[in-house]
């Protein structure tokens, strides 16, 4: 029985390690794909007759993407394997946008686009103002009134 308690134990740590493994070699490919995405920024700035700046738009908000998903990884490493909500949501957001501007030959749907991003902007907003640590008491208790609602009136009284 004790072997088997130990062999349960190691599996969350082997998956772990797997996990970060391929974390990082996920961000190895993204640095090759960022640096791509570089040349190919730089030939379209140095390359004449080159007026598309729809495409030019694009590029720079794929590089941008690549940017968020590297420091995303990076800080899941530094949060203790945690990937923090706010950077799935810039990744949202950028990716919207982008899409906004290749795609905006529908009016439709660049109006969905849109109040997609508007939907991520106020969840980023609660987000933010929403405390990290929920308070030990509900909003709707006053302080004071605890064993009253739970009908502990008079229980610590005289003790």
Known sequence: MVKFTAMLSIIPKALQVFLNLCLVLLAFILAFLLMKELTIFIQMLVTVGTSD????????LIFFLYFEFITMIVKYFKEDYHFPLRYFLYVGITAMI???????DHPIDTLLYSLVILILIVGYFIMNITPLERPNNPWFIKKGEEGRVFGLEGKNEGT
């Open 53 to 60: 700046y729809k495409m030019f738009l694009a590029n720079i």
């Open 98 to 104: 982008r899409l906004i501007i290749v795609e905006h």
